[in-house]
């Protein structure tokens, strides 16, 4: 039995649609994930801001400028002054913290009277120096590093 040339042309239609429809979905999920793992990225490097913030006033300094950025995380990680607080409780349990794209942060290295800049190489995965225009990742109302400060430290 044959089928009506209306029927076939309604099933290729509806084939069409189907996947159309599906391929709009995939677009719209991972440009959602996308904008989740940014703002996660942002959400972090906020909280490691404040911590160094917390560092500054704890301490009366900031972290140490010789340190490497995992050395600077993992020691926001560590209880201040015999078992006190976290000044940063992010990544419980992991020894190493990272980006929400699964990377090292990247920091350009304080002083005393300066901060550190932590940032994240972003979804590419290229350090560009936490420039404005690059699609790293910096903490929300964080200027853009100027040409003079130092080249950036991996995590590495």
């Known amino acids: 039995m044959r089928m009506p040339k209306t029927h076939s042309r309604s099933m290729v239609l509806l084939a069409i649609c189907v996947v159309t429809g599906g391929l709009v979905f ?3 999920k991972s440009s959602a994930a996308k904008q989740q793992r940014l703002q996660q990225a942002q959400h972090e490097l906020a909280m ?3 911590a160094i913030s917390s560092h500054l006033i704890e301490w009366n300094r900031y972290p140490d400028e010789s340190k ?3 050395e600077t995380l ?3 990680k560590t209880p201040i002054r015999g078992g006190g607080p976290l000044l940063l409780d992010l990544w419980q349990g992991e020894e190493e913290p990272k980006d929400p794209w699964g990377r090292d942060y990247c920091m350009l290295p304080g002083s005393r009277e300066r901060p550190p800049v932590f940032y994240s190489s972003g979804p590419n995965g290229k350090d560009e120096g936490g420039y404005a225009g690059t699609d790293d990742v910096i903490a929300p109302e964080t200027i853009a590093p100027s ?3 130092p080249k950036p430290s991996s995590l590495k």
């Open 74 to 76: 993992i020691l926001l």
């Open 147 to 149: 040409d003079q400060q």
């Open 48 to 50: 490691i801001k404040q």
């Open 68 to 70: 490497s950025a995992t």
């Open 26 to 28: 995939y677009v719209h």
